[in-house]
């Protein structure tokens, strides 16, 4: 199927159901031909199904957002030597240095296209589903419900990379995203606000969780929305809006829905299981890269991340190897290496570990902070052999809240952007607030708390269409 750049195609067709930023995989002609060919008619219900069934353009998150975090270190002159050489590499050393330009002129965010991508599918299914043929009211309600809780993901996603971390007090001015939500052709395509971006994701995902959802989705059908992934998708919004009640409610809400844990010691020394059969994913995310094995796609951690672990905790055992024992330029430290477990790529769907995690943070903040830690034990249990785990303990509800929020740490690295989104949000708390140094090819870069390099500069390329889009300084 032939690929578009909607800035591009803006120019010609005549009907657009949203896309922007990046690439489409339906020109409004072949929507046209569609229809008249008979092969597909929109009009009927069974067929917004078929659109939401295309899980290979809707599994996707920012697969990018992992690098420039504290988590990531490209530790060794012969791996930067080798990426400095290659432009295919330039975006991950660039992002990595929190360089003002990323992507050079007429390159393309893959990562931000593989989304407004999905997003072109996403947005005619919730504005045509309600109005479609021969299926009951119960149906497209589910149906948009779906679309509803992807297109939540889309905006969660972007909205933290490429815009401020949400605060009450300047949400409403600070720039956003474009906010394409109906099929629509704009010829001033402009940011909306970080608030106006948040709206929408609330408005969704609440609308989804009233919409007839199955509870969970697994296995074959995991890339699907559940209520339970609804859920988890709001209490992860409202954590990032830094709603503690809110962000508690929801996490338990979807823990009342799915709630199983891996042992990892089933699998010290038996396959681990994929997504299809990953009992903890609620919603599957993928970053789109597939399996890991070169510099710099594989994430070289940091020694503080490496070190924060203890060497008996099966994450560390198992997810982690030593750098030098992949095929890449990294001869130093260890490597995230859990893709060779699975042969698939890192995920940034949420999960019920994250549910957890969630609903630690937000009793420590509430100041229950014995809950918090019997939520976090509960976790690490299934995270070390039965003979080698001893429970945390903390003195009190500040303790708890800096225990979980290193067990936060290690349980999510690697996978989503999680480090990186909660660096954003932490840095609104004095206490929490973080400098970063990366060093490569012999030169120390620095990123203060709450500098404009934590929102992602937008490829240049797309300012040949759309110029009235806001850069970020």
Wanted: proline share 4%; charged share 20%.
């Amino acid at each position: 199927m032939l690929i578009f750049n909607f800035f591009m195609m803006k120019k010609y067709l005549k009907y657009i159901a949203i896309a922007s930023l990046g690439a489409l995989a339906l020109s409004c002609d072949n929507y046209v031909d569609i229809k008249t060919e008979g092969k597909l008619i929109p009009e009927e219900t069974s067929n917004y199904r078929y659109l939401l069934n295309n899980t290979y353009t809707l599994d996707k998150t920012y697969g990018n957002v992992d690098i420039p975090s504290d988590d990531i270190s490209f530790q060794n002159e012969a791996q930067t030597t080798a990426l400095v050489a290659s432009d295919y590499y330039r975006p991950f050393t660039n992002l990595y240095k929190w360089s003002d330009v990323v992507y050079f002129d007429g390159e393309t965010d893959y990562d931000m296209s593989n989304l407004y991508n999905a997003l072109y599918t996403i947005n005619i299914v919730i504005n045509e589903v309600m109005k479609s043929n021969n299926g009951t009211a119960a149906e497209k309600a589910a149906i948009k419900g779906e679309a509803e809780v992807h297109r939540a993901f889309i905006f969660l996603t972007l909205v933290n990379t490429f815009g401020k971390a949400y605060d009450a007090n300047t949400s409403a001015t600070d720039p956003g995203i474009v906010l394409f939500t109906k099929p629509t052709v704009s010829d001033d395509i402009k940011r909306s606000s970080v608030q106006d971006a948040y709206n929408v994701i609330l408005g969704d995902l609440n609308d989804a969780v009233n919409s007839g959802l199955k509870p969970v989705n697994s296995g074959n059908n995991v890339a699907f929305p559940s209520r339970a992934a609804a859920y988890a998708l709001l209490a992860r919004t409202y954590l990032y809006m830094r709603n503690y009640p809110l962000a508690l409610e929801n996490a338990e809400k979807s823990l009342a829905l799915q709630s199983t844990l891996n042992n990892l010691e089933d699998y010290e020394f038996a396959a681990f299981p994929s997504r299809k059969l990953d009992r903890e994913l609620i919603l599957s995310k993928w970053n789109g890269y597939g399996g890991y094995s070169y510099a710099p796609q594989i994430l070289s951690l940091s020694n503080e991340l490496i070190n924060s672990f203890d060497t008996n905790d099966l994450r560390y055992v198992l997810f982690t190897q030593p750098s030098s024992s992949f095929n890449s330029e990294y001869t130093l430290g260890r490597t995230y290496s859990k893709e060779g477990l699975t042969g698939e790529s890192r995920n940034a769907g949420p999960t019920v570990p994250e549910m957890m995690l969630i609903k630690a943070e937000c009793l420590a903040r509430a100041g229950s902070g014995e809950l918090a830690m019997a939520e976090i034990n509960k976790l690490r249990q299934k995270r070390f052999r039965a003979g080698e785990y001893v429970a945390l303990t903390a003195a009190d509800s500040k303790d708890a809240l800096i225990k979980v929020l290193a067990e936060r740490r290690r349980e999510l690295m690697g996978t989503g952007g999680f480090r990186w989104f909660d660096l954003k949000r932490l840095n609104k708390e004095p206490e929490f607030a973080k400098t970063i140094t990366h060093t490569f090819a012999g030169q120390t870069f620095t990123l203060a708390p709450n500098s404009d390099r934590y929102q992602m500069p937008f490829a240049p390329i797309y300012f040949e269409y759309a110029p009235n889009l806001q850069q970020n300084p």
